[in-house]
Nanobody
């Protein structure tokens, strides 16, 4: 059974930093892409960053410079670091992973595995 479990959320003051982790079990993160998304109730889900199997990272342009995504295939983990947190960063942060469908580099079904999320609240 595939599971993605996020951790590291909590209450942070504006201007602070955070580090979120996602640990995967039941799937090999080296096979396909994995990323971070965030969701605010009543708002559209928003991409934070994704990283491909080869380590290539893509960031939401509005967050570029404040967010850093990395993956450790050996530990089957994904990390998100953010700095200079703003009130608008308050959201449920979820990690999502592609589902391998074969052995080729494009044999991946996009973001079919999702974690339950970790809540980040930025407030004074």
């Amino acid at each position: 059974q595939v599971r993605l479990v996020e951790s590291g959320g909590g209450s942070v003051q504006p201007g602070g930093t955070l580090k979120l982790s996602c640990v995967a079990s039941g799937t090999d993160l080296s096979r396909c892409g994995i990323g971070w998304f965030r969701q605010v109730p009543g708002k559209q889900r928003e991409l934070v960053a994704v990283v491909a199997h080869d380590g290539t990272a893509t960031y939401n342009p509005t967050l570029k410079g404040r967010a850093t995504i990395s993956r450790d295939n050996g530990k089957n983990t994904l990390t998100l670091q953010m700095t200079d947190l703003e009130i608008e960063d308050t959201a449920l942060y979820r990690c999502a992973a592609d589902r391998p469908t074969g052995f080729g580099p494009r044999d991946c079904a996009a973001f079919e595995y999702w974690g339950q999320g970790t809540q980040v609240t930025v407030a004074s």
